[in-house]
């Protein structure tokens, strides 16, 4: 059902009166909080540059170079590709 702004404007408190009533949130206090602001503490939610590398701080598939032609070598860019997955957890069940 499509929100329809100008009434829910209406029904909805003012900025101050907002701002009041998050003052004592449960911002990053527990896992379950209301809120969370943006760091890498354990409940804080993660920013857009986080990642599960060995908590490094480098992009997930940094140094991670793909080669060859994907017309001609399907197949390798592919096991090139889960070569990859694997170094990041996968595992690799694929059949030659």
């Known amino acids: 059902m499509p929100v329809d702004k100008e009434t829910t404007n209406l029904r ?29 503490t354990h409940n804080q939610a993660a920013s857009g540059d986080h990642n599960h590398r060995d908590g490094n701080g480098r992009p ?9 032609s994907r017309s001609a070598n399907t197949a390798a860019v592919l096991k090139q590709v889960i070569d990859a997955l694997v170094l990041l957890g996968a595992t690799d069940n694929t059949v030659p």
Do not use: C, K, M, W
């Open 12 to 40: 909805s408190p003012d900025a101050e009166t907002v701002n009041e009533f998050h003052r004592f949130s449960d911002v990053d206090s527990r896992a379950e909080a209301q809120h969370h602001s943006i760091g890498a």
């Open 60 to 68: 997930l598939l940094d140094d991670v170079t793909f080669t060859l």
